[in-house]
């Protein structure tokens, strides 16, 4: 890169050329994993294979733990050239012999400098030291208070990509430390710290103004002590993680026992077909938690909306839970076709074309199970029904006609839309009123989810009737047992439901957490997450000083996610930024 450089400035040059190329690839591997995990969404909308779904989402994983690498490399020759700028560099605009031994650097300090600003003149010595620690080159957009000083800062990449920014203030009452959690390689260079106004107008490189999130909502603003104690706090959490997931693990090993006992007793009530019976239990248990957990996703987003919209929301989903809540009622065709807008008969054709694997189905029945399910659209891109378009336009703050346009955009690949289309887009996506978050980027994920998690729960209602179905159809041939094995049966079935309800309230929850009050406002939250196949993940995230009794981890946006090991390299991060050490 700078092999053949004469000079510092041929140096600098280089060190800019290299700075840009990878800061242009952050964002197109970004691109790359966004498209692949939407991908993943869409397709299990599908009901595409797990395994398939599941590629996909380590594939779009992998793109972000690539696009953190190189997002971390970019800013290590940041830091180089600011390394540069301080010491090989400072000597040659001193006027030092330019050997290439200087401007090169070889590991040491040059001959003649007993510091890094020993040589710079005047005032520009607290500039160079500041660059020294400065990783992120924030110093010079920091928003600081009066009496404040910038003392350095410091990243640590996440699995997926996300960021923690860090940064150290000195403050007539102590040491700050702020911390960023999480920022996304692409928003890092709006970051202005804690007091920064939430949004922002800049001038774009081709002239024009638009807004920014500088992601003074995502941080908090620590006290030193605070800061200083965060591995402590970590090692606490972290240890009551692995200790819940060797309960968890054990809890899974009971399952599985029961599970087996079970099938065998099952095969005395349906000789030959006891699996098959505990298979379709399984598949009801299952699909009626899937649904549980949508309709979840989709009541958080509700119940943001205000008391009038609220009202007249719940007053329409009476009428579409009449039909059945997460699963078609038996008898109530009636009630289902009109939530799916449909005649009778349309429904029933709807019904058992959606019954055919979509593998086995012919051009014909793909095209019109589309038109009947789908209303034109397709299972990635649906138009809904008229009642859930209803509900749909309410939360996103849009009326009926709106929303209509906005589908119709959203259906069309984001490459074909004339500029005119995508500022279009843009602007329902961030309409007032409806369901909103803290931030627009909380707003959109939040409206997102909901649509999501809406589609998903409407078009499975028939997968899991039919289910509830066949496992009825099922009881009604099971043989009768005798006193002692229909005992055993009733034991085993107990205890493996109590165990199951063990693991559905361990797996995918938190286990541990902590907090750390912030002097902005909230507080620093760190928690585990028990993983439903043993194993712990870990996150990271700001409370906000106004969140309800409703704010989760991760309900207002995206949170920073790592392992054990990447959480103690954030703690590690808050305690050089508190103390005197260069962060690392």
Known sequence: ????????????????????????????????????SDAADRYEVLEMQASTVEHLRDA?????????????????????????????????EAGALASKEILMGDGSTPTGLAGPTDSVPGGAAAEVQAAVTDRLRVA?????????????????AGSSGELVLGAAVDT?????????????????RAWRGGHAPSRESVVDEDGEECAVDTGADATVVLDAADAARLPEVVEDVIARA????????????????????????????????????????????????????????????????????????????????????????????????????????EYHEMRDLDRIPYQQRTAVQSARLDQLKHGGGTALDPELPPLLAEQAALVCGL????????????????????????????????????????????????????LSMLRAHHAAKTKLADARAAQAAMDATARPLDEATAAELARVTAELEAVSARHDEMAGWTSASAEIPARNGGALVVEALQEEDGGVSYRVDRRPADADEDWTVGSAADPFTTTAGGLRKVAKLARDLAGASQPG
């Open 1 to 36: 890169m700078i092999l053949d450089a004469a000079g510092p400035e041929e140096i600098r040059t280089a060190f800019a050329a290299a700075i840009e190329a990878a800061g242009d690839r952050v964002d197109e591997i970004g691109g790359i994993a966004g498209v692949l």
């Open 60 to 92: 779009s994983r992998s793109c972000g733990t690539a696009q953190a690498a190189v997002a971390i490399a970019a800013a290590e020759l940041r830091a180089a050239l600011a390394d540069f700028d301080a010491h090989d560099g400072a000597v040659a």
């Open 140 to 156: 010079g957009r920091m928003v600081l208070r009066d009496g404040e000083r910038f003392a350095g800062s410091g990243f640590v």
């Open 172 to 188: 007539p009452a102590g040491r700050q430390v702020h911390l960023a959690v999480p920022i996304y390689p692409e928003d890092k």
């Open 242 to 345: 692995m200790e819940a997931d060797r309960r968890f693990r054990q809890i899974v090993r009971d399952y599985e026992r029961l599970h087996a006992a079970r099938i065998r007793l099952e095969g005395a009530r349906h000789p030959g077909r006891g699996r098959e019976a505990m298979g379709l239990d399984e598949r009801v248990r299952q699909e009626a938690r899937t649904q549980q957990r949508r309709r979840r996703g989709v009541e958080r987003a509700v119940e943001r909306l205000n008391p009038a919209d609220r009202a007249v929301y719940d007053q329409r989903q009476q009428r579409i839970d009449a039909a059945g809540r997460d699963a078609w009622n038996p008898s109530t065709d009636a009630e289902a076709a009109k939530v799916c807008g449909l005649t009778v008969d």
């Open 399 to 450: 009326t009926l006609d709106e929303y209509r346009e906005m589908e119709a955009l959203e259906r069309r690949p984001k490459r074909l839309h004339t500029h005119a289309e995508q500022d279009r887009l843009d602007e329902l996506d961030a309409a007032p009123g409806g369901a909103t978050g803290p931030t627009p980027r909380a707003t959109y994920k939040l409206r997102g989810e909901y």
